[in-house]
């Protein structure tokens, strides 16, 4: 009897994410198996959905819609923000990671996308929201 994955179920894949051009973004290759529990969000929703009814040993490539992924880009996430917001000694580089604290204390991760001599862009959408996402995916283990 072969068992398929099922919503609940650990499993271990090998991944490698692309973009619609075929830039890989991401991949397990070289690295341990992804883990995680279906069903559980810890990975994007048309992930998860694809693993349901894989069978171990079982490989597939899905295509995952911006609305699966991280959904389309938000301009309301974009802050425009002044220079002298900016702690000192803090080097400014354009693409540069950075967090900082929300509303309500959360951390949020943004990125450096502009500076000027008076202010500085920040991007906090996820680097991938906005874009359609295909993945081949090989189930290693159920556990």
């Known amino acids: 009897m072969t068992t ?15 973009l619609s051009d075929g830039t890989v973004f991401d991949t ?15 990975v994007i929703a048309g992930f998860d959905e694809a693993m349901i009814g894989m069978t171990v040993g079982q490989s597939k490539v899905v295509d995952i ?12 996430m974009v802050i ?8 000192p000694g803090l080097d400014l580089e354009l693409g540069m ?15 450096v996308t502009e500076i000027t001599d008076s202010n500085i862009i920040l991007d906090a959408n996820p680097p991938l929201a906005g ?3 295909i993945f081949a995916i090989e ?3 159920i556990r």
Do not use: C, W
Request: no cysteine; hydrophobic share 30%.
């Open 97 to 111: 990671r950075l967090e900082m604290g929300g509303v309500n204390g959360e951390l949020i991760r943004v990125v």
């Open 65 to 76: 819609p911006v609305d699966k992924a991280y959904g389309e880009r938000n301009e309301e």
């Open 80 to 87: 425009n923000a002044p220079l002298d917001q900016v702690p």
């Open 139 to 141: 189930l290693v283990e």
């Open 28 to 42: 397990s290759e070289g690295r341990d198996p992804l883990e995680f529990a279906v069903g559980s969000g810890q």
């Open 131 to 133: 874009k359609d996402l």
């Open 4 to 18: 398929e994955v099922k919503k609940g179920d650990t499993v271990l894949v090998h991944y490698t994410g692309k």
